[in-house]
């Protein structure tokens, strides 16, 4: 079973629009980790966000925010007033510390930002 | 810091022959991550190391992949030999359950 599930596979924006990238995961442990990378067509691995089971507080850095809610296992990263430099493909992944840190990335969500 | 360092980044190697991957973790962290990219299948584990000990390498595809890492700063992902289906961008990761840096990947192209 997945569990890290990114549903959207491609997105495309035009340019300044908001765009939310969904990401709900499975997990049975009380303490795991959340996380965003985004792979921009260069093709490294950028960290972006890292959120703890214990603080379902939403972050916002710039025009990125994170809504994280243990109640429906969704942990959404929305861009807002995208820019072309956002078009990159964007992995949720999930670490638990039951399975001795095992790490799960999602299939990643494409996003396509139109000017 | 000097992140999570791969080499080579680039290995074009004709079919059969063996190829050596390399990567020295970030000091201090004490879990490294072999992953494989590639467009059909997305980003798959095959190995990961907590202090240094395989913990589960069931993502290896075949005997003709190993991993090993004899120090807390340094792995190597062995294929032998290699087939064109090894084409793919291996990427190391290392870090704590509180966050993993990725290197930059080596591109492996298997003729």
């Known amino acids: 079973a997945q569990k890290v599930t990114q549903a959207q596979t491609e997105i495309s924006v035009v340019e300044k629009e908001d765009v939310t990238l969904d990401c709900v995961y499975e997990?049975?442990?009380?303490?795991?980790?959340l996380f965003w990378y985004k792979q921009p067509p260069s093709g490294e691995l950028v960290f972006l966000i890292r959120?703890?089971?214990?603080?379902?507080q939403n972050e916002i850095s710039g025009r990125y925010s994170w809504n994280f809610q243990k109640s429906t296992s969704s942990f959404n990263f929305t861009i807002t007033a995208s820019q072309v430099v956002d078009s990159a493909v964007y992995f949720c992944?999930?670490?638990?510390?039951?399975?001795?840190?095992?790490?799960?990335f999602g299939t990643g969500t494409s996003l396509t930002v139109i000017p | 810091d000097a992140g999570v360092i791969q080499s080579p980044r680039h290995e074009v190697t004709e079919m059969g022959q063996e190829v050596t991957l390399r990567c020295k973790p970030i000091?201090?962290?004490?879990?490294l991550f072999w992953y494989r990219q590639t467009m059909m299948r997305g980003l798959e584990l095959l190995i990961y190391?907590?202090?240094?000990?395989?913990?589960?390498d069931s993502g290896m595809p075949e005997d003709r992949f190993s991993a090993k890492m004899p120090n807390a700063s340094f792995s190597t992902l062995k294929i032998q030999p290699s087939e064109p289906r090894d084409s793919a961008v291996y990427f190391c990761?290392?870090?704590?359950?509180?966050?993993?840096?990725f290197g930059s990947g080596t591109r492996l192209t298997v003729v």
């Open positions: 990761a290392s870090g704590q359950l509180s966050g993993y840096t």
């Open positions: 997990t049975r442990d009380t303490t795991y980790y």
């Open positions: 959120r703890n089971s214990f603080d379902e």
């Open positions: 992944a999930l670490s638990e510390v039951g399975t001795g840190n095992q790490f799960y």
């Open positions: 000091s201090g962290h004490n879990s």
């Open positions: 190391f907590n202090n240094n000990v395989p913990i589960d």
